[in-house]
């Protein structure tokens, strides 16, 4: 049997207690790689003792937290742009010694992370800053405008189907990574997620019938499942093309009238009364609406002129109107308005 160490400690005695330790550095390395030091735990058997230390040639410690780093060379200037990143600076030769008229202006260009040379030593004003690696351009007698296409570093991170894009080279962070048509999307600084609606390409076969177009699922990896839906209240849906619709109450009549020109066809009112129940298609068959069996007499006297019938009281007679249809107005009774 043995007494083992509970979790994060580590160690095992046997039948005898456990020498436990535990390496804080377990838990607390990303406070220091953050900051781009590294991390260390002098005694495994104290807690509170771990340290974020700085990478050479930078010098500086810090208990239990991210250390203050002291730099040198050119890391004084930019170390910032590593640290940021979680990574270390380190300027190889710190020793330099300039020649010719950098020895006056390198720091104009060290200011702004930049090489300085003096090509010819026997001229004056001919001394220069120069973008350092990957960055390039080049300047005379004063900073340069350095250009970086990040793109050529982190092209990598965008996926199949995605261009990598660096808008300002001029500037660092703005690259992309954007989804080739006909898939649309981006991501700033990373893989984008893009998204295929296929009734961008194929909405004109739904609504040239009056129909709208719904794409249930739009990523890339699911295409053919686009449908034309019927518009109410008509009903029925077609699968990559356009739907076969049940219409109700006049439009099972006349809606080619409407689906021809690309709209939907709507009978708000499809209200028939006994006996128009049974009789109501021979007055939709003519584009006409049913109402009474007492107007069947004198339907055909409006409808002659293009009017609906109208019996608003089908317990009198003569009371019967002949009624202009939309957007005309008019009505007259027993006779054509």
Same mark, same amino acid.
């Given at each position: ?11 095992s005695?046997m ?17 220091c790689?953050?900051?781009g ?6 005694d495994?058997?104290t ?8 990478v ?5 410690s ?20 590593c640290?940021?990143?979680?990574? @270390? ?25 930049? @090489?300085? #040379?003096?090509?010819n ?29 990040? &793109? ?5 991170t ?8 660096d ?40 609504t ?18 686009w449908?034309?839906?019927c ?23 006349? @809606? ?9 066809c ?5 209200e &028939? ?7 109501s ?9 049913? #109402? ?13 002129a ?10 009198m ?13 008019? @009505? ?6």
């Amino acid at each position: 049997w043995t007494c083992e160490c509970n979790a994060p400690s580590t160690g095992s005695g046997m039948q005898m207690p456990a020498n436990c330790s535990i390496d804080e550095c377990i838990a607390n390395t990303m406070t220091c790689t953050a900051a781009g030091q590294t991390c260390n735990d002098l005694d495994f058997n104290t807690v509170g003792d771990w340290t974020c230390d700085c990478v050479a040639p930078s010098t500086g410690s810090g208990t239990a937290m991210a250390a203050t780093c002291t730099q040198v060379g050119e890391c004084m200037a930019n170390s910032m742009t590593c640290t940021a990143a979680g990574q @270390s600076c380190d300027d190889p030769n710190t020793t330099c010694t300039q020649v010719g008229e950098c020895a006056a202006n390198s720091m104009t260009c060290t200011a702004a992370g930049q @090489s300085c #040379d003096d090509p010819n030593t026997m001229m004056t004003g001919d001394w220069t800053c120069n973008c350092v690696a990957p960055s390039t351009g080049s300047a005379t007698a004063m900073v340069a405008t350095c250009v970086l296409d990040e &793109c050529v570093a982190n092209g990598t991170t965008c996926l199949m189907g995605q261009t990598c894009n660096d808008p300002d080279q001029t500037v660092t962070g703005d690259w992309t990574c954007e989804c080739n048509a006909p898939t649309t999307g981006s991501g700033s600084q990373m893989a984008a997620t893009c998204v295929l609606d296929e009734c961008v390409a194929n909405v004109m076969t739904c609504t040239a019938a009056g129909q709208t177009c719904n794409d249930p699922n739009t990523s890339p990896a699911t295409t053919g499942d686009w449908t034309c839906d019927c518009v109410a209240p008509s009903t029925g849906s077609g699968t990559a093309m356009a739907a076969t619709c049940t219409q109700v109450g006049e439009c099972m009549a006349n @809606s080619m009238t409407c689906t021809a020109a690309g709209q939907s066809c709507d009978d708000p009112t499809c209200e &028939c009364n006994a006996p128009c129940a049974a009789n109501s298609m021979t007055c939709t068959a003519a584009g006409q609406s049913c #109402d009474d069996p007492n107007t069947m007499a004198n339907a055909m006297t409006c409808t002659a002129a293009g009017q609906s019938c109208d019996d608003p009281n089908t317990m009198m007679t003569g009371d019967w109107t002949c009624n202009c249809v939309a957007p005309s107005t008019g @009505s007259a009774t027993a006779m054509v308005a």
